[in-house]
């Protein structure tokens, strides 16, 4: 059956993947992309996308009375919220704007989700809402009932509007499903993350710069695994429950800089050991077996192969990436509203 989702935040990094996986799965799905483009957003990215069925429309999910006519317009079937600010180092500069988007944005959603009776709200969360893990336990992972316990603003801050889902759905009724994600990585991601960064400085012979001893471990998990993951838990997911999605991908950053290193032929003298980042989280461990037991999800791409993709997708995509770093992606506004 086609159905009209709403896709906030479509224009950055795992909202664009995941608007490519919907149209290629489910031609007939008609996608709603809502985005301010704030730094991160990249018209650009949505290119590939133009279609009858995908629209385009400018704006924040903090603006209600925006919010409320797209919704009363569009009608829409389900609501899958990427917007967010996303960057930790960023919340650490300057915390208000991922108070303001991610927690109030989050709760503009909702409100409009029960005012027109949308079916469906899917929350797109991380799995820094955990905290972090030990490096000597490495028997222990994130499981849908590990408490909360955050570290940086970010990470408080999608905690927080994981909350408010769960208070709308309780108080409510609110239709809701969260998802709560390792590290993503894969093509169109902003070059302010840590493999994109690695990637475009090596190539330009810059110092890649490694936080702390870069001992500290990330689960990594291939984009399309994520978008997969959010469309089996849109289909079958059950209403008011979390999913954990990752898959045992295990790496420390410093092994992550010297694959890429290897890759793209430079040498390991251009690592150079940076201040750490404030309160930084040692260790995220995804475990997965809820997802899978109920909704038969896997990760299909493993590190060694998936890195390897990318890397070749920044190598083929240079122009994406350059454009962001010369400021050029932000005088486009391709899209007519
Ligand atoms: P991103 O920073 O690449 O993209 C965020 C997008 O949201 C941008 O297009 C931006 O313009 C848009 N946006 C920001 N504020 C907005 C607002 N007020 N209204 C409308 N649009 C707005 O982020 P990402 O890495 O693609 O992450 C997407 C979501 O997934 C986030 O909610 C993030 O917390 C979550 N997540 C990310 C990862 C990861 O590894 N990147 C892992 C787990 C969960
Ligand atoms: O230049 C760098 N050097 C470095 O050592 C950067 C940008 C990062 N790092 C380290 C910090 C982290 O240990 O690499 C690791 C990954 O850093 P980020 O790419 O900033 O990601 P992280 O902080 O782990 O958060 C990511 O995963 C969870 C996303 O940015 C979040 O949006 C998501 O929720």
């Given at each position: 059956?086609?159905?009209?989702?709403?896709?906030?935040?479509?224009?950055g990094?795992?909202?664009?993947?995941?608007i490519?996986?919907?149209?290629?799965?489910?031609?007939?799905?008609?996608?709603?992309?809502?985005?301010?483009l704030?730094?991160?957003?990249?018209l650009?990215?949505l290119?590939?996308?133009?279609?009858?069925?995908?629209?385009?429309?400018?704006?924040s999910?903090?603006?209600?009375?925006?919010?409320f006519?797209?919704?009363?317009?569009?009608?829409?079937?389900?609501?899958?919220?990427?917007?967010a600010?996303?960057?930790?180092?960023?919340?650490?500069?300057?915390p208000?704007?991922f108070?303001?988007?991610?927690?109030?944005?989050?709760?503009?959603?909702?409100?409009?989700?029960n005012?027109f009776?949308?079916p469906r709200?899917?929350?797109?969360?991380?799995?820094?809402?955990?905290?972090?893990?030990?490096?000597?336990r490495?028997?222990?992972?994130f499981?849908?009932?590990?408490?909360?316990?955050?570290?940086?603003?970010?990470?408080?801050?999608?905690?927080?509007?994981?909350?408010?889902v769960?208070a709308?759905?309780?108080?409510?009724k609110?239709?809701?499903?969260?998802?709560?994600?390792?590290n993503?990585?894969g093509?169109?991601?902003?070059?302010?993350?840590?493999?994109?960064?690695?990637?475009?400085?090596?190539?330009?012979?810059?110092?890649?710069?490694?936080?702390?001893?870069?001992?500290?471990?990330?689960?990594?998990?291939?984009?399309?695994?994520?978008?997969k993951?959010?469309?089996?838990i849109?289909e079958?997911?059950?209403?008011?429950?979390?999913?954990n999605?990752?898959?045992?991908?295990e790496?420390?950053?410093?092994d992550?800089?010297?694959?890429?290193?290897?890759?793209?032929?430079?040498?390991?003298?251009?690592i150079?050991?940076v201040?750490?980042?404030?309160?930084?989280?040692?260790?995220?461990?995804?475990?997965?077996?809820?997802?899978?037991?109920?909704?038969g999800?896997?990760p299909?791409?493993?590190?060694?192969?998936?890195?390897?993709?990318?890397i070749?997708w920044?190598?083929?995509?240079?122009d994406?990436?350059?454009?962001i770093?010369?400021?050029?992606?932000?005088?486009?506004?391709?899209f007519?509203?």
């Amino acid at each position: 059956m086609s159905k009209n989702i709403l896709v906030t935040g479509g224009a950055g990094f795992i909202g664009s993947n995941f608007i490519y996986y919907m149209q290629k799965k489910h031609p007939d799905y008609r996608l709603v992309c809502l985005d301010s483009l704030t730094y991160a957003g990249n018209l650009h990215t949505l290119e590939g996308a133009r279609c009858d069925n995908f629209r385009f429309v400018l704006g924040s999910i903090t603006d209600r009375e925006l919010v409320f006519s797209l919704f009363e317009e569009e009608k829409f079937d389900a609501v899958v919220n990427f917007a967010a600010e996303s960057h930790v180092d960023r919340s650490i500069e300057d915390p208000e704007v991922f108070l303001r988007t991610n927690i109030l944005g989050t709760q503009v959603l909702l409100d409009a989700t029960n005012k027109f009776g949308v079916p469906r709200y899917h929350q797109v969360s991380t799995d820094e809402v955990y905290g972090d893990l030990p490096l000597d336990r490495p028997d222990l992972f994130f499981t849908e009932d590990t408490p909360i316990h955050t570290s940086s603003p970010y990470s408080a801050s999608k905690a927080s509007a994981d909350l408010l889902v769960m208070a709308y759905h309780r108080t409510f009724k609110t239709p809701v499903t969260i998802s709560r994600c390792s590290n993503n990585y894969g093509p169109y991601q902003f070059p302010e993350k840590l493999i994109p960064v690695m990637i475009a400085n090596a190539l330009a012979d810059k110092k890649l710069p490694v936080y702390g001893e870069g001992l500290n471990v990330r689960d990594w998990l291939y984009v399309d695994d994520h978008c997969k993951a959010i469309d089996m838990i849109l289909e079958n997911g059950r209403i008011g429950e979390v999913y954990n999605i990752g898959g045992h991908n295990e790496k420390a950053n410093i092994d992550v800089v010297k694959t890429i290193i290897k890759a793209v032929g430079k040498d390991e003298s251009l690592i150079t050991y940076v201040t750490d980042r404030p309160g930084h989280d040692m260790r995220y461990a995804i475990d997965p077996e809820k997802i899978k037991n109920e909704l038969g999800w896997y990760p299909e791409t493993l590190f060694n192969e998936g890195i390897q993709k990318t890397i070749k997708w920044y190598l083929e995509n240079e122009d994406w990436w350059q454009n962001i770093l010369s400021g050029e992606y932000k005088n486009y506004r391709g899209f007519d509203e």
